[in-house]
Nanobody, 120 residues
Framework: QVQLVESGGGLVQAGGSLRLSCAAS????????MGWFRQAPGKEREFVAR????????YYADSVKGRFTISRDNQKNTMYLQMNDLKSEDTALYYC?????????????RGQGTQVTVSS
């Protein structure tokens, strides 16, 4: 069993930065593919970024590539999403997910989410 708790969201002006954290409980955190999704009101869930269990491989949605950086610290059971140059279209509920497969969309666990609001 893995529990995920996000933090770090908030209100920021366009061009600003935020760092999201996803704290995981459970001894098998380092065996999961981890990543972030976001969902804006009235829109479908959107993949943001993912990172392999070792942290060695990352993958980003085109919409955030070059602005967001995903990382994880298995010693701290925590994953991060550094978000720079935020835009109004980044406004959404961001939640982290953990998958025991190679597909993040087939996640086993997800957090409740943290709200990110970017004002223009």
């Amino acid at each position: 069993q893995v529990q995920l708790v996000e933090s770090g969201g908030g209100l920021v002006q366009a061009g600003g930065s935020l760092r999201l954290s996803c704290a995981a409980s459970g001894r098998t955190f380092n065996t999961y593919l981890m990543g972030w999704f976001r969902q804006a009101p009235g829109k479908e869930r959107e993949f943001v970024a993912r990172v392999t269990w070792s942290g060695g491989y990352t993958y980003y949605a085109d919409s955030v590539k070059g602005r967001f950086t995903i990382s994880r610290d298995n010693q701290k059971n925590t994953m991060y999403l550094q978000m720079n140059d935020l835009k109004s279209e980044d406004t959404a509920l961001y939640y982290c997910a953990a998958s025991s497969t190679s597909l993040l969309s087939n996640f086993d666990y997800r957090g409740q989410g943290t709200q990110v609001t970017v004002s223009s």
